[in-house]
């Protein structure tokens, strides 16, 4: 799709665009809100041919991203999405893996409790693909955050499978597709670089695509969603 042409707003988005997220940090920090219930959110934007990104005490906007989840990238400061079915490639170092987010949703909320804060139920799978070693591995693994126990506003503890497996690659993920350049909490360069794709398979990566772009950890970064038709296109396209 050219940089021009509004995008399409995907009926999963419109379903599931009903709460904000705020970082990674936020999984076991911050509360979901509704859109009316939060203050204005700032605008950052990025090149000209991309879509400005909404963001939140730096953080780029849940609710946006899963708007444009199937036709746009994230290139942020802190991580990086392809769009969904899509791949983004992960290095660091000698080591590859590809990673491609399958789904995603947003379950239930957990009401609040004397116990919990409460919040939302968010889901997503993807495939992984380990490129380093001369024969590929490969898997499908199932991520989720889930409101759990603990003293609100103080210690929340949230349940379920945060972190994207690949390899030696362990980073956080943040609803709804985005590999985050952290393999924890504490937010500093760990060495991961991250490249949106529009490739569906890893037959058709070309690791020399002249449209091929890097993001490693870079607080001066700002977030950028960038179109599926910017972005390495299959072979023959």
């Not at 859109?35 to 041919?49: C, H, I, N, R, Y």
């Not at 899509?86 to 290095?91: A, F, G, N, T, Y």
């Not at 789904?103 to 919040?119: A, I, N, S, Y």
């Not at 990566?205 to 960038?226: A, G, T």
Request: hydrophobic residues 35%; glycine residues 8%.
């Amino acid at each position: 799709m050219s940089a021009g042409l509004t995008p399409r707003i995907t009926l999963c988005g419109i379903l599931v665009a009903t709460g904000i997220l705020r970082s990674s940090c936020a999984l076991a920090a911050e509360p979901v809100g509704n859109a009316s219930s939060e203050k204005p959110l700032q605008v950052e934007t990025g090149a000209t041919t991309h879509i400005p990104v909404k963001t939140d005490k730096g953080t780029p906007s849940v609710e946006q991203i899963v708007q444009y989840a199937s036709t746009h990238a994230l290139a942020s400061w802190d991580g990086a999405s392809a769009p969904l079915g899509r791949i983004v490639l992960m290095r660091r170092g000698t080591n590859l893996c590809a990673v491609r987010f399958t789904k995603f949703h947003r379950g239930e909320d957990t009401p609040p409790g004397v116990l919990t804060r409460g919040g939302p139920s968010l889901y997503a799978e993807y495939d992984w693909y380990d490129l380093t070693g001369p024969q590929v591995v490969s898997g499908h693994r199932k991520l989720s955050n889930v409101a759990g126990s603990g003293i609100p506003f103080l210690f929340p503890i949230f349940t379920g499978e945060h972190f994207i497996k690949c390899s030696s690659f362990e980073p956080l993920w943040r609803y709804p597709t985005v590999v985050t350049l952290f393999e924890s909490n504490d937010p500093h360069d760990y060495g991961i670089e991250l490249a949106p794709t529009a490739w569906r398979d890893v037959a058709e990566i070309e690791m020399n695509h002249p449209r091929l772009s890097w993001y490693r950890y870079d607080e001066k970064r700002k977030p950028i969603l960038i179109p599926l038709g910017e972005l390495p296109p299959a072979k023959g396209q």
